[in-house]
């Protein structure tokens, strides 16, 4: 999965996040043991760039970002994250209070990984961000631009972008 900044805000840390700073409950699908491969957009878009370089035309090649953890263990880690930059809910709660445990979606997979060693052996790619580095300039985009993630939930953005470039043939 991809994450960083600008991320659609119904995608899983952009959600926590607003939600969290909100002191809304944070939905986690059933026992929050899905597991996937995170991978910082930065990392993302310089494989691209890589593949599109030097890779072999015809030839595919699979981007990951060697970070494999649960959903539990992400949304765990925002919001300690958020609590210690922000302070605790006005409770005295850690936003880990706020975890709601909702009903998994009928399926929904339950670990999404990827060999990314051909990319690796062949174009000498490897992601420059582990997840505790990208997840840590992830949140401190978020804090900062908390307008942007509500213009994109309120509809403003896309008026804006509508406005703008809607109505170009």
């Known amino acids: 999965n991809n994450y960083g900044p600008y991320q659609f805000p119904e995608k899983l840390i952009p959600l926590v996040l607003n939600n969290g700073l909100a002191g809304k409950p944070l939905p986690v699908y059933g026992d929050g043991g899905n597991v996937r491969d ?26 990951g970002g060697h970070n494999e953890k649960t959903n539990l263990e992400v949304v765990e880690l925002l919001c300690d994250m958020v609590d210690a930059r922000v302070g605790l809910l006005k409770n005295g709660e850690s936003r880990r209070s706020l975890i709601t445990f909702v009903k998994d979606r009928l399926g929904h997979d339950r670990r999404y990984a990827i060999d990314a060693g051909k990319i690796e052996r062949d174009l000498g790619w490897r992601p420059r961000y582990v997840f505790e580095q990208g997840i840590e300039k ?21 008026h804006y972008y ?3 470039y809607g109505k170009r043939t």
């Open 38 to 63: 995170w991978l910082y957009v930065r990392d993302h878009c310089e494989a691209i760039l890589q593949v599109l370089d030097r890779g072999r035309i015809g030839e595919s090649y699979n981007i």
């Open 138 to 158: 992830t949140v401190d985009w978020y804090l900062k631009k908390r307008k942007w993630s509500e213009s994109v939930m309120d509809g403003s953005y896309q």
């Open 162 to 164: 509508e406005t703008m």
